[in-house]
């Protein structure tokens, strides 16, 4: 995940309205956070996991990396 988006919350990221990417949960150590808040801030050790074509996740890459 690109450090761009460390500590930003998901609504403020722009994923959805950028790529149209879902952002359905949040992956850590601890665990996971299932269906986050669009309030919720990512943080270092969070991975992102999204639903979304192919061509979503390559609008991703070119968007966010």
């Given at each position: 995940?690109?450090?761009?988006?460390?500590?930003?919350?998901?609504?403020?990221?722009?994923i959805?309205d950028?790529?149209?990417?879902?952002?359905?949960?949040?992956q850590?150590?601890?665990?996971?956070?299932?269906?986050p808040?669009?309030?919720t801030e990512?943080q270092?050790?969070?991975?992102?996991?999204?639903?979304?074509?192919?061509?979503?996740?390559?609008?991703?890459?070119?968007?966010f990396?």
């Open positions: 995940v690109p450090k761009a988006l460390d500590g930003k919350r998901i609504d403020e990221s722009g959805s950028l790529t149209g990417l879902n952002v359905i949960a949040l850590c150590q601890d665990g996971s956070i299932i269906s808040q669009a309030g990512r270092t050790d969070h991975q992102l996991v999204m639903l979304g074509s192919r061509e979503q996740r390559e609008s991703f890459r070119e968007q990396s």
